[in-house]
């Protein structure tokens, strides 16, 4: 179960990273950003295409997308300063809250 997990954690990773490059790229007005950052996502989608050889589909994504919006939130929040308030916050509780229901 560690090979799957790490490649999963990998491609959680390549695209959090993907995506500091985007907002890096001020809307692709700084083009290496840009292109930085689609390259990184088309790596992520690699990397999550080699764990659908250990898990299903649905799990494997739903894993993907919760570290992936708790990663972005926290990039966001500590790289870029941006505060998400109690709103925000309530939704992302309900976005993680239902891919983790979905695992089960």
Do not use: E, H
Not at 5 to 22: F, R
Not at 25 to 32: Q, T
Not at 91 to 98: F, L, P, Q, S, Y
Request: charged letters at 10%; aromatic letters at 10%.
């Amino acid at each position: 179960m560690i090979i799957p997990m790490s490649l999963l954690a990998g491609s959680v990773s390549l695209d959090l990273a993907a995506l500091y490059c985007i907002k890096r790229s001020n809307g692709f007005k700084r083009l290496a950003w840009g292109m930085g950052g689609m390259l990184l996502i088309i790596l992520a989608f690699v990397l999550l295409s080699f764990v659908l050889n250990y898990m299903p589909l649905g799990v494997a994504y739903s894993a993907w997308g919760s570290m992936g919006v708790i990663g972005t939130v926290l990039i966001d929040r500590y790289v870029f300063n941006s505060r998400l308030g109690t709103q925000g916050i309530i939704g992302v509780c309900c976005i993680v809250a239902g891919i983790i229901a979905m695992q089960l």
